[in-house]
């Protein structure tokens, strides 16, 4: 059965993540060591210990959730998982899939999304900003919601991350009236996300054209395992391909929902999330109930998943 490994973005960190499996393998450590050392501060101690609002910035949550996912993924190397034919990450989570596969060293990829991060704080002046999930209405009716609230503000889907469950991003005024208008159209819930940038949508170009410049300096390489983007849905090999996706990907909407089905029409029986949290895996399970999708966030779900894999030829 076609393994397919899937990375989480922002979002799934939490205070305390991946202690368990730093206890059972060194390599958890060791990638914190390596990012921690680049980047000037110890990651590790910050992860474990707060405060989670400083965690929960997003120029530390992306280089955090880069690290947590590769280490993840050295875990699963050196438990003798089987390789994936294919990869995915959510949003930032594709730096840690391209990371992953080889098509960037992780030392480049911390400075990269590092780099991101900060162009994407600046872009938009704290408080004016944000994101809301919308969960039972259709992706045409969020996106009718959008249009209705905007008033000449900037407001959109941005995340499609499973039927009836959309994430929307713009002006914090603009978002609150789209909330008003999906929960008008019908939607069970609204809420306002706890984030620190409007991610995805049109305030964020400025970023984007700033950081197309990084990625002209940034060394990619042809990725080793295929991997599925966010903007596109398509497979690209070479780097300049590469580079213009993830400039397009932070004013673009993830399509995560499409991603999966992609990944399930491709042959992808089994989806396994290397990193902290469950997001994607039920996440993937709500998109097709057909995949086995399970996360490696514990030695106890490791063990389960390496038990667990098909024999040769199922």
């Known amino acids: 059965m076609t393994l397919a490994m899937v990375f989480p973005g922002q979002g799934s960190q939490a205070s305390g993540m991946q202690a368990a499996l730093a206890a059972a393998f060194p390599e958890i ?69 391209l990371t992953c596969a080889g098509a960037i ?6 400075a990269l999304v590092a780099r991101r991060a900060e162009l994407m704080q600046a872009a938009v002046p704290a408080g004016e900003g944000a994101m809301a999930a919308v969960l039972g209405l259709t992706d045409d009716a969020v996106t009718a919601a959008c249009a209705e609230a905007a008033e000449g503000q900037v407001v959109s889907a941005v995340n499609f991350n499973s039927p009836g469950q959309v994430v929307i991003a713009g002006h914090r005024a603009a978002v609150e009236r789209a909330c008003a208008a999906a929960k008008a159209a019908g939607a069970k819930r609204a809420v306002l996300l706890s984030v620190s940038v409007p991610a995805h949508c049109e305030l964020m170009r400025p970023a984007a054209e700033a950081f197309a410049e990084v990625l002209a300096q940034t060394p990619f390489r042809t990725p080793t395992i295929r991997i599925v983007n966010n903007v596109d849905v398509a497979v690209y090999e070479r780097p300049e391909q590469i580079r213009e996706s993830l400039a397009r990907q932070l004013y673009s909407p993830v399509r995560w929902t499409e991603t999966v089905r992609w990944l399930a029409q491709h042959g992808a029986g089994r989806i396994v999330e290397a990193g902290p949290g469950k997001v994607l895996t039920a996440l993937a399970r709500r998109i097709d109930g057909s995949l086995a999708a399970a996360c490696i966030d514990s030695p106890a779900t490791l063990d389960e998943l390496l038990a667990s894999r098909p024999e040769d030829g199922d």
């Open 105 to 110: 060293a992780f030392a480049e990829a911390l």
């Open 29 to 97: 450590r060791d990638t914190y060591a390596e990012a921690s050392a680049e980047l000037g501060f110890d990651l590790w101690e910050l992860v474990q210990e707060g405060p989670l609002e400083t965690l929960n910035a997003t120029v530390v949550t992306q280089p955090a959730m880069l690290t947590a996912g590769v280490a993840a993924w050295r875990v699963w190397c050196r438990a003798g998982g089987d390789a994936p034919s294919f990869m995915a990450g959510h949003s930032l989570g594709e730096y840690t899939a």
